[in-house]
């Protein structure tokens, strides 16, 4: 069984520029989590997505940060503008049953975003 | 959002030996999960634990849902190379709510 997919595994860019992160779930996963993980810290979660909806979004900061996953499979992430404090990994994870009893949340190896 | 302690923040033993850590949070938890990241990976979840006082092994890894459900443990035992990463337990509150993950032990084995 194929893991989650995340691409680019780095991206290194100016303060100010956008960049946009791909994840591609584990086949079959209705619910995709995005999380930011800063150096030193555990995940914090972005934005959480059943199917093609979005479930938890409270912690994405909606002025710079955006999310879609138009057909309930692929998702992107999107940060315009960027600032410096958004150097981090961006992990990508998946699940079958977002409800207890939890299924395990598959993680991808994350997206390493360094903003200079 | 949640702030959920781990305590040590880092370690550092010999092969062989024994490892134990553990999470504490404000909050009454439903949930605790314990995960495992390796360099440059996604977390792995280790181990899942559902009930106040729940004890579950994986393997050489134990570990306890509080009594308080306001904290977990995580044992590891008789220490190998492989054990080398930075281990995060994860609370969820419930329906509605989203998993908080802990600040992490960083675990170095000496072989």
């Known amino acids: 069984e194929a893991g989650v997919a995340q691409s680019p595994r780095y991206k290194i860019i100016e303060k100010r520029q956008s960049v946009a992160f791909w994840c591609n779930p584990i086949s079959g996963h209705a619910t995709l989590y995005w999380y930011q993980q800063i150096l030193g810290q555990g995940p914090k979660l972005l934005i959480q997505f059943q199917n093609n909806g979005v479930v938890d979004d409270s912690q994405l900061p909606k002025d710079r940060f955006s999310a879609e996953r138009l057909k309930g499979v692929d998702s992107t992430l999107k940060i315009q503008p960027a600032k410096l404090e958004d150097s981090a990994v961006y992990l990508c994870?998946?699940?079958?049953?977002?409800?207890?009893?939890?299924?395990?949340?598959?993680f991808g190896p994350g997206t390493r975003l360094t903003v200079l | 959002g949640q702030q959920l302690n781990q305590s040590p923040q880092s370690m550092f033993i010999q092969e062989g030996e024994d490892v134990s850590m553990n999470c504490t949070s404000s909050?009454?938890?439903?949930?605790w999960l314990w995960y495992k990241q390796d360099p440059g990976e996604g977390p792995v979840l280790l181990i899942a634990l559902y009930k106040a006082g729940e004890l579950t092994s994986n393997g050489r890894l134990t570990a306890q849902f509080g009594i308080t459900r306001k904290d977990s443990f995580l044992n590891i035992s008789a220490s190998i190379p492989s054990d080398v990463g930075i281990y995060f337990c994860a609370g969820h509150l419930g329906d509605g709510n989203q998993f908080y993950f802990g600040t992490g032990t960083s675990l170095t084995v000496i072989p």
């Open positions: 909050s009454i938890f439903n949930t």
């Open positions: 994870a998946s699940s079958s049953r977002p409800r207890p009893p939890y299924n395990e949340q598959f």
